[in-house]
């Protein structure tokens, strides 16, 4: 582990340094006032550990199984679209990184490196995210997965139409990037951002690259057009159809819709507001957990807000069997490549661990709700 860096907002400040405004508030914005964003940070805040004492924590154990496997620690690399604006071959680094932690990575719809490059390059069980796309789109993704050997589909269904950021409308962020004299300006003052970025050239949208998308522009229109803001229970079924493998719903938030994915035949869900980057104003994840999980038998995950091992262990003392990370990895990223992710799941792994010595469990199988209050 790194001892300048001690916590994800060390590497946040890191990836601020880093990076030109333009990407770094990509990174790191959220929807209109970013109200939301802040929220999913402090509604953490509304539970408290209640520490168990006398209870022997000299042995711990982190590790937790979830669809049969047992993974080295309760979180995950969440999907996150152009990974590579952040650092070249972002998906493979964040993929490889994941394998070699014994943590699961899910590679995004608007990912930087295709879904074969990412199953031929990164070892390690593969997740693919899919956005809510016309059933035609769908379904050629849903197959090219499904032949490099993806195990597990996520549906992410907060984002039939894009969410209203404004930091990337301020500064005119599109793809590809305009070299606005702002961006070139900007690039001047983070030189080792624009070497790589100048060496590796402008990042495709891998998964739509054709003979016709030859360009960016191209890719990103066709991704934009396809998205289906009218997807429902049947689109889901549809899909469900078309995937033999598991298929979690992400981006729920009421325990009503929960059942709803269940019935529609999803083997879990996964708690999200996309990190409060598409509706300003929506309730945390953390706070409609135990409620999901006490209407549904299948594993229930989350994610949004998340940045130290408390939280993660908050999320799991209510019910939750995994915790996603969307830009606590992705800082360690922008920051230093792969090494920054290692660092940060290292880092991260050790806030977990120990959180448990602190609370008096020795294991995160152990945790329950009996180690939290409510406080407000
Ligand atoms: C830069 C960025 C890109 C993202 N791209 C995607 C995406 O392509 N697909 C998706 O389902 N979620 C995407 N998300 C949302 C994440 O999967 C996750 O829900 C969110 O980041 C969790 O919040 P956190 O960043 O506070 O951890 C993205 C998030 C960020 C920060």
């Given at each position: 582990m790194n001892s300048r860096r001690v916590n994800v907002e060390d590497y946040r400040r890191l990836a601020r340094k880093t990076l030109p405004r333009v990407i770094f508030d990509y990174l790191d914005g959220g929807a209109e006032d970013e109200k939301g964003l802040a929220h999913n940070r402090n509604a953490f805040d509304q539970w408290r550990f209640t520490p168990h004492r006398l209870?022997?924590?000299?042995q711990r154990d982190i590790s937790t199984s979830l669809f049969g496997t047992r993974w080295s620690a309760p979180f995950a690399i969440a999907p996150t679209g152009f990974n590579s604006a952040l650092w070249p071959d972002g998906d493979i680094k964040l993929a490889s990184a994941a394998a070699s932690a014994g943590i699961p990575f899910i590679l995004s719809t608007?990912?930087?490196?295709?879904i074969e490059e990412v199953a031929r390059c990164a070892e390690g069980e593969k997740w693919f995210q899919l956005y809510v796309v016309q059933q035609q789109l769908a379904e050629k993704l849903v197959m090219r997965a499904l032949k490099a050997g993806y195990t597990t589909l996520i549906v992410t269904v907060d984002v039939g139409v894009n969410g209203n950021r404004e930091r990337d409308r301020h500064n005119q962020f599109s793809l590809p990037l305009k070299s606005t004299p702002s961006l070139i300006l900007s690039g001047c003052l983070h030189p080792s951002w624009t070497l790589r970025f100048l060496q590796n050239g402008m990042p495709q949208l891998a998964n739509f690259v054709s003979t016709e998308n030859g360009s960016l522009q191209a890719q990103a229109a066709v991704m934009s057009r396809q998205m289906?803001?009218?997807?429902?229970p049947n689109s889901l079924k549809r899909l469900r159809e078309l995937w033999p493998y598991r298929l979690l719903v992400k981006g729920i938030i009421r325990p009503e819709d929960a059942e709803v994915c269940i019935s529609c035949g999803a083997d879990g869900v996964i708690l999200s507001n996309h990190g409060g980057r598409q509706l300003d104003g929506s309730l945390a994840p953390i706070e409609t957990l135990a409620e999901v999980v006490a209407r549904i038998d299948r594993p229930v995950l989350a994610d949004s807000g998340f940045r130290r091992g408390s939280d993660i262990v908050k999320a799991i003392c209510l019910g939750a069997d995994m915790v996603l990370l969307g830009r606590a990895t992705l800082y360690g990223l922008a920051a230093r490549g792969q090494q920054g992710v290692d660092e940060v799941i290292a880092l991260l792994k050790a806030e977990v661990d120990c959180t448990l010595a602190q609370i008096g469990c020795p294991a995160v199988d152990e945790l329950?709700?009996?180690y939290l209050r409510r406080v407000s």
């Open positions: 209870t022997d924590v000299s608007a990912s930087n490196a295709s289906d803001a009218g997807f429902n329950s709700a009996a």
